[in-house]
């Protein structure tokens, strides 16, 4: 008889329900904050690319092409430099020149729109690295791209 008293004295007893339920939940809690931890990286990492692409593009404009020079000679190796020393280790940085007659892609690049039609010609910057997290255990892709009218 003693025990059965001593066992239903125990059964409710709530002291300590808190700590199991908090070790329930511990893991839950600590997966979610470091979710957040490699998303909130991931985002800033991104958001990066995005600028070394902005400022490579704000250097094409700083330095456009003079006016004696033709647009299809101008070398843009300078902006390939800056937007890989922008974005940071890993990188890869692929320039693209296109001309549009009309607003319809022409090629080759090199050549002259027919008379009276429009001419322009564009350069696109796009930036690639790959993103590793602390938790997660796979490289995540990223990318981010810009295009520029220069003539």
Partial sequence: MQTLASFRALSRDERGVSVIEFGFLAPVLAMLAMGIIDLSRGLSERFSL??????????????PARANE???????????????????DGATVTLTRWRECNGVEATPYADSCPEGQDQARYLRVRITKSFAGEFYFDTIPMAASGALRIQ
């Fill in 50 to 63: 995005q600028q070394a692409v902005n400022r490579s593009l704000e250097l094409v404009q700083s330095r």
């Fill in 70 to 88: 033709n647009a299809t000679d101008v070398d843009y190796s300078f902006v390939e430099d800056e937007a890989i020393a922008a974005a940071g």
